[in-house]
Structures are given as structure tokens and as C-alpha cells.
């Protein structure tokens, strides 16, 4: 029975680890993009705010939040993380 499950574990366990590694790879990629798109956001916003215009000045804001490492980013590797510890546990039991 446990060769069986681990017959049947083996394609996802493959399948997490490239797809671990492909986003992994994707997001250092787009790390300095999303830090420039920030950048230039926040730089809007701040325009904004001078110009008197407090709505669109928070809107942009937002957006720069939102594309900071703190945002976007951030959920990404969160998720990028959890699919090579869901990878590593089912390799760990191949192993076993």
C-alpha cells in the first residue's frame, strides 16, 4: 500500500518542485520591476497631494503599497515558499 501512494506522490511531488522553482525564478525577475513601479507611484502620489487633488494622492498611494515588496511581492513569496514546503514534505515521504 505504501509503494502505491508513493507511486502515486511521485508526478506532484516533481510537479511542486518545478513549479517552486519556476516561481521562484519569475518573481526575482520582477522584484526590481515592481520596485521601479512603486517608486514611480509613489512619486504620483505625491504630486497628487501637492497638486490638491487628496483622491487620486491615495489611490496612487495605494498602488505603490500594493506593489512595494510589502504587498504583491511579499504574497508571492509567501506562496512561493509554501509550494516548496509542500514539495519538500512529499519528497520526504518518497524518501522514507
Known amino acids: 500500500m505504501r509503494l502505491i501512494l508513493k507511486l502515486l506522490a511521485a508526478p506532484f511531488a516533481l510537479?511542486?518542485?518545478?513549479?517552486?522553482?519556476?516561481?521562484?525564478?519569475?518573481?526575482?525577475?520582477?522584484?526590481?520591476?515592481?520596485?521601479?513601479?512603486?517608486g514611480l507611484a509613489f512619486l504620483v502620489s505625491v504630486g497628487?497631494?501637492?497638486?490638491?487633488?487628496?483622491?487620486?494622492g491615495i489611490v496612487f498611494m495605494a498602488i505603490a503599497f500594493v506593489v512595494s515588496p510589502f504587498g504583491l511581492p511579499a504574497f508571492a513569496g509567501w506562496l512561493g515558499r509554501g509550494l516548496d514546503g509542500a514539495g519538500g514534505a512529499l519528497r520526504a515521504f518518497l524518501l522514507s
Open 15 to 38: 510537479a511542486l518542485t518545478i513549479a517552486a522553482a519556476l516561481f521562484s525564478f519569475i518573481m526575482s525577475m520582477s522584484d526590481k520591476i515592481f520596485g521601479i513601479l512603486s
Open 48 to 56: 497628487l497631494f501637492l497638486t490638491g487633488q487628496t483622491t487620486g
